[in-house]
Nanobody, 124 residues
Framework: VQLQASGGGLVQAGGSLRLSCAASGRTSSSYNIGWFRRAPGKGREFVATISWSGDSTDYADSLKGRFTISRDNAKNTVYLQMNSLKPEDTAVYYC??????????????????WGQGTQVTVSS
């Protein structure tokens, strides 16, 4: 499966962005999708994940309430709605896929496919 992340950009603190992760290829298979980010000079950080059905989600504790993950399987697309953005949210955001099972993963090592990333910059 191929993943294409988009929707990043420059936004002022307090603003919102919606990222998209479009899947193509073997999309007839069921995949859980995760969002991760890498800020300048820092390691990769888990953001959120969603099951193939969309029934189950998980978020990084520090982001709960500001970020919302959702998906539209008819469009083979997963979204990450980011509200009340802060300068510390500045990072390259990546989406990733893993064949779905009952478990949602926070560890990036569990994911098999990765998109190219989209830059999010939040100005103060």
């Amino acid at each position: 499966v191929q993943l294409q992340a988009s929707g990043g950009g420059l936004v002022q603190a307090g603003g919102s962005l919606r990222l998209s992760c479009a899947a193509s290829g073997r999309t007839s298979s069921s995949y859980n999708i995760g969002w991760f980010r890498r800020a300048p000079g820092k390691g990769r950080e888990f953001v959120a994940t969603i099951s193939w059905s969309g029934d189950s989600t998980d978020y990084a504790d520090s982001l709960k309430g500001r970020f919302t993950i959702s998906r539209d399987n008819a469009k083979n697309t997963v979204y990450l709605q980011m509200n009340s953005l802060k300068p510390e949210d500045t990072a390259v955001y990546y989406c990733a896929a893993v064949a779905s099972n009952w478990r949602l993963y926070r560890d990036a090592q569990n994911y098999d496919y990765w998109g190219q990333g989209t830059q999010v910059t939040v100005s103060s």
